[in-house]
């Protein structure tokens, strides 16, 4: 065999280790030897300059589709190259809808189990006989409230003396949540005479005597010049003599589930639309697909003050460009397109609220099988509800890998949305 | 409320199974066939244009192969290696073209410009790569196109082509040496 023929293996990567030890060494004292394996470097690196001009054109795609009856357009949008509006509408659809379809899906679960989050505000009045029901922090209790039921001899509480009885109520499911609502209720007057047995009664019909102990989270009273009232201090359930003129019932603030009711965990998945700094040249093979590609999936536990830090995990695909010194002393540059599945802590601090926005940054240090990689990304979150937000934001983020004793880095920038659920 | 949902991607799935799909559904059929076609349009389109060197039969050529691997596809054609069966198709209509063709311009005579007067930049020596690939004889062009262009191993060259392995190893090796020997004149550019 000629030392042609080994160059021709080298070049095809065929040659084996005793023939590699010939050629170089016959290359480093033969000049025409030399001049040839830079040719036949130069015809394959021709070979890849030369094919980039051979792409079929619009019109050849359009007619072959044409003629087999199908739709103009590629199935898949090419990994490079795409405009921001494919980014989205075509590419991330799936992603866009999972979130919709998602959010849709929790309200409906929401609703038909009467989670407070969903009734809040939802109700107003269940009825003209149940007097003010504030709306409690309604996952704990909710207040009951209820015509006053007079009884007991001689003058006791006048026609429509009413009280309110507060009762605690565990159930969620019980119906009727209400908001605060002023509602004056006036007594006629207590008589002469002995002093009647007095009761009220709650919703659900049971009696409470006065000056016996108040159901629990009974807090509100009401104002009349003779009333039945339930002192939030004592507990009990009282009557008292008041010459003010009649006031307005006392309303609590409308309750609502605040972010420290929850759990402090919550879940987001991510659709992420992103690009490489370095344009890949058109044709380059993309990795394998897979699940999680250009998703991102994480936990987070909430530090409080805004803060949270978790794991997350997601697939992208990174454009590597590095170059290769051969023995020759030629190099060679390698181009590829890997799809890459990386795991990794992920933190997020938010920086205050706008309305119902909550900006915040945040931020992932991971690895992948190349390398480590990280992201850092500024958005915004957006409450639909207490516990599920979409939230919206831009990105950079980058793969660092090792080749040949030197290090290379492989930036990407873009854009991140989705939907956090918190539990 | 309907959602257009987008197709599932396709770029992961191996030759073999998208080219089962094109015997498919239509929507199927359709997604499957443009994913083949992203696939290998590039690739068949230089083949064409670095075999027929003829703009207008390199496209009807191009378009000619993919309209057959669909229809081919439909007659229910087992598939085991996607690429040799297209780079086939495009091959024979390519030969077929060059019969019909007899009064083809002949390459006899054409020659690689010489720069002995001065350096060649890269881009240059590069085209002049490129032009010498076109004064090949069909079975050296073929084969080297094959190898170098289309990443083709001399197993694969030689299931197209339909040789041996040694003989498609051989044709690669000659039209090399013919290239070499085409741009001898330039050869000292590359001290």
């Not at chain 1, 006989?129 to 509480?157: C, E, R, W, Y």
């Not at chain 1, 915004?380 to 080749?403: H, K, P, W």
């Not at chain 2, 190898?147 to 003989?167: F, K, L, W």
Request: glycine share 10%; aromatic share 8%.
């Amino acid at each position: 065999m000629t030392y042609e023929h080994l160059l021709h293996d080298f070049i095809d990567g065929t040659l084996d280790y005793q023939g590699e030890i010939a050629l170089f060494s016959e290359l480093r004292a033969n000049d025409n030897l030399r001049r040839e394996l830079k040719l036949l470097m130069l015809m394959q690196k021709s070979a890849a300059h030369d094919v980039g001009a051979y792409m079929p054109a619009a019109d050849s795609q359009e007619a072959i589709f044409r003629r087999l009856g199908f739709s103009a357009g590629p199935a898949t949008p090419p990994a490079t190259g795409y405009g921001w509006r494919n980014m989205f509408i075509g590419r991330y659809m799936d992603g866009l809808v999972g979130a919709l379809v998602g959010t849709l899906v929790t309200l409906l679960v929401m609703f038909g189990t009467g989670h407070p989050a969903a009734n809040d505000g939802g109700n107003e009045i269940a009825s003209a006989s149940h007097a003010i029901i504030p709306a409690s922090p309604v996952h704990h209790d909710t207040l009951f409230l209820h015509d006053v039921t007079a009884q007991g001899n001689g003058n006791a509480m006048g026609n429509g003396a009413a009280a309110m009885v507060a009762g605690r109520n565990q159930a969620p499911t019980a119906p009727g949540l209400h908001r605060p609502e002023q509602r004056m209720m006036h007594g006629n007057g207590m008589g002469d005479g002995e002093m009647p047995r007095r009761t009220v009664s709650d919703r659900t019909g049971t009696s409470h005597e006065i000056g016996t102990q108040a159901p629990a989270g009974a807090m509100i009273s009401y104002t009349a010049p003779r009333h039945v009232a339930i002192s939030p201090a004592a507990g009990t359930i009282s009557e008292a003599i008041s010459t003010a003129e009649p006031m307005p019932a006392i309303s609590l603030p409308r309750s609502e589930e605040t972010a420290d009711d929850l759990l402090p965990f919550s879940t987001e998945y991510h659709a992420v639309a992103s690009r490489n700094f370095i344009t890949p040249p058109a044709g380059l093979e993309v990795g394998s697909s897979g699940l999680l590609r250009d998703r991102e999936l994480a936990g987070f536990y909430h530090l409080g003050n805004g803060g949270r830090i978790g794991i997350a995990t997601g697939e992208e695909t990174f454009y590597q460009r590095f170059n290769e010194l051969l023995p020759t002393g030629d190099i060679v540059r390698h181009e590829q397109s890997p799809a890459l599945l990386w795991g990794g802590v992920a933190f997020r601090q938010s920086i205050g609220t706008i309305s119902a926005l909550e900006p915040f940054v945040g931020g992932v240090i991971g690895a992948t099988r190349l390398g480590p990689m990280g992201r850092i990304s500024l958005g915004a979150a957006y409450g639909i509800t207490t516990d599920i937000s979409l939230t919206a934001g831009g990105e950079m983020s980058a793969l660092a890998y090792r080749f040949g004793g030197s290090w290379y880095l492989s930036p990407k920038y873009g854009f991140t949305y989705g939907l956090s659920l918190r539990f | 409320m309907r959602f257009r949902l987008s197709s599932p991607n396709l770029t992961g799935r191996p030759d073999a199974e998208l080219y089962g799909m094109l015997r498919g559904g239509r929507s199927d059929s359709e997604r499957a066939f443009k994913e083949l076609y992203r696939r290998y349009a590039s690739r068949i389109h230089a083949y064409c244009y670095k075999i027929l060197d003829n703009r207008e039969d390199a496209e009807d050529v191009f378009q000619e192969t993919f309209v057959r691997l669909y229809l081919g596809a439909r007659e229910h054609r087992e598939m085991t290696n996607l690429t040799g069966y297209i780079f086939r198709i495009a091959r024979n209509l390519s030969l077929n073209r060059i019969r019909d063709h007899d009064d083809l311009e002949s390459l006899e005579g054409v020659e690689i410009p010489i720069h002995a007067d001065r350096s060649l930049e890269d881009g240059e020596l590069l085209d002049l790569i490129a032009g010498a690939v076109e004064l090949l004889d069909l079975e050296f062009r073929e084969a080297f196109v094959l190898r170098e262009y289309e990443n083709m191993s001399y197993e694969q060259i030689a299931e197209v082509v339909g040789s041996s392995v040694a003989n498609a190893k051989s044709r690669v090796f000659r039209a090399r040496r013919k290239i070499r020997k085409l741009l001898e004149p330039n050869i000292k550019e590359l001290d």
